[in-house]
């Protein structure tokens, strides 16, 4: 940011997630201020309003709106309702950095961006693992060409996970919950959009939930790289890693290093350890989700992680519940998005 406002920050939303934002959000006050919180959970509001010193409180939105007097608000709220908490924000006019999944569906998204470009409020999403995970890292040296040009990716993260509330009902669970990472991800580190996917998920009776657990996914992007990914949120054996195939070498990477293998190494000729990753880290890279918006504002140019560059990503997670539940390949437009007659069937 170039200027020196400090930005009136109010938070929507005071479950779990909002702890990272509001860790990130106190480290940089002399860019921020927090002045406010909502939820209509007052017992839960309280609580986090103490624990970081919010003075004004409100159980409802419309007060919120009316009597916060803020500059732009962080909506950390539960993704099935983000239509009724967004509109209002963006009938008031105030900026909005949204968490993910931006929406449960692409219609609900689309609607959004459409009724925020209407009013001319930006929109951007919290889509914090392009810096938190090694995705921005590996893209650079991509860019370096460090392995020349990319012919593969693969990627898997196997974990065990068991939520509480809302999301455990929801019939999309593992993709919505750990998937919107990924596939913004593999846009972020690729510089391309999906051309087709195909998509397979179970759901484990190990996991208390109605929705999937396990999914394998493959997309082919238009500039003919596959990314095959595997997910599972029932798995006993933790492990996650991307693997990047190049015509001069391989990357190996995941939340903390990346290492360089070349033709004939066993072992990597280079190693590093990139300096946004770490679990430490990511209330900063949430905020610096944040700062991609407040630019936005001052220089009036859309931000990277604008709820119109997300629509791609979400579209890759519709395509995917749309092929497991059609059993059949799903192709996008030329700008990575999907097509409104396939998206509009699976809702």
Known sequence: MSTEKVYRVGIVGAGNVTRMHLDGLKKHKGEVEVVAICDPNLEV????????????RFTSLNDFIADANVDVAVVCTPSTIRKEVL??????????????????????????????????VPVSIDQNFRTHYCFDFVKNLILDNKIGAVSSVRFHDYFFRQDQG???????????VMGIHWFDGFRWILGSEAKSLVCQTYSSPAVNC???????????????????????????????????????????????????YQKDSKDPVETWEFPTGGQKLKPESAFEGLRQLLDSL???????????????TISLLEAAYLSDKEQRIVYFNEDGTLKSSEYLEVN
Request: charged fraction near 25%; proline fraction near 3%.
């Open 45 to 56: 509001l309280n609580e986090r309003a103490n624990a970081y010193e919010i003075d004004h």
């Open 87 to 120: 509109f209002p924000l963006i009938e008031a006019g105030i900026p909005i950095f949204c968490e993910k999944p931006f929406c449960e569906t692409l219609q609900e998204a689309q609607e959004i961006t459409d009724y925020a470009k209407k009013h001319g």
């Open 166 to 176: 809302w999301r455990t009902e929801r019939a999309r669970n593992s993709m919505s």
């Open 210 to 260: 109605v929705g999937d657990t396990d999914s394998t996914v493959q997309i082919l992007f238009q500039n003919d790289v596959a990314v095959t990914y595997t997910q599972s949120l029932s798995s006993a054996y933790k492990t996650n890693e991307l693997v990047v195939v190049g015509e001069n070498g391989t990357l190996v990477g995941g939340y903390n290093d990346v290492s360089l």
């Open 298 to 312: 001052e220089t009036n140019v859309s931000a990277p992680n604008s709820s119109e560059d997300n629509l791609k």
